[in-house]
């Protein structure tokens, strides 16, 4: 089955500076590859998605990139605010052919903290 | 659109004691996936299911769990005879067919499972 790495598990930055998590896959079919915010107590949220026919997508202060040779995807938050302090997973799963898709499987999640 | 939604919100069972959680899709969502989350830890695909279809459980025990979407209602994910280690909270996802973004899913509120 896919097996999902992230790095890393806790990341402190400056507010205002840029963050990097990186996670990479095992499965070569998996072709979707999301990450969720998810804030203490609450639900995951989708901040964005990638799927395996582009290298790279930008959704205002938010860029995820994915290298399939290497199997690698990351994520980029520029510009970093207080609010983006909050745990961050990335997923990855397979399309099925009957329209829907695989369950996803998850990275164990980047504490990321934004220091004032 | 209400999103997704899950009750109860909070759930607390003596060991023993069967817990049936219950998660309402989106509105026009066919699939639904339920996932469990250990405290400090990502998120476990346990289950994926369409109406009246078990697609995958591949992530599921094979004892004491089991996970039910009828044609009418919420899907159903029930856990018999509980024990303190089922403690965690259980998230449910659901997506939709639409051909251009079928492989987002969508995460309800969870429910936080406490075995005493």
């Known amino acids: 089955g896919e097996n999902v790495e992230q790095h890393p598990s806790t990341l402190s930055v400056q507010e205002g500076d840029s963050a990097v998590i990186k996670c990479t896959y095992s499965?070569?079919?998996?072709?979707?590859f999301p990450w969720y915010k998810q804030e203490l107590g609450k639900r995951p949220q989708l901040i964005i998605d990638i799927r395996s026919n582009v290298g790279e997508k930008k959704d205002q202060r938010i860029a995820v990139t994915l290298n399939k040779t290497a199997k690698h995807f990351s994520l980029h938050i520029t510009e970093t605010q207080p609010e983006d302090s909050a745990v961050y997973f990335c997923?990855?799963?397979?399309?099925?052919?009957?329209?829907?898709?695989?369950?996803?499987?998850f990275g164990k999640g980047t504490h990321l903290i934004i220091q004032p | 659109n209400a999103g997704v939604m899950q009750n109860p919100r909070h759930l607390v069972r003596r060991r023993g004691q069967e817990a049936r959680l219950r998660c309402s899709p989106m509105k026009g969502h066919s699939h639904v996936y339920w996932y469990r989350q250990l405290p400090e830890e990502g998120l476990k695909f346990m289950v994926y299911l369409q109406k009246e279809n078990i697609i995958d459980e591949s992530g599921m025990p094979k004892e004491r769990f089991s996970a039910e979407f009828p044609k009418e209602g919420p899907s159903i994910l029930r856990i018999q005879q509980v024990v303190r280690g089922d403690s965690a909270a259980y998230f449910c996802a659901s997506s939709p067919r639409l051909r251009a973004e079928f492989e987002t899913q969508y995460f309800g509120p969870g429910t936080r499972l406490l075995v005493l």
């Open positions: 997923a990855a799963s397979t399309q099925d052919s009957g329209g829907g898709a695989d369950g996803l499987t």
């Open positions: 499965d070569s079919a998996s072709n979707y």
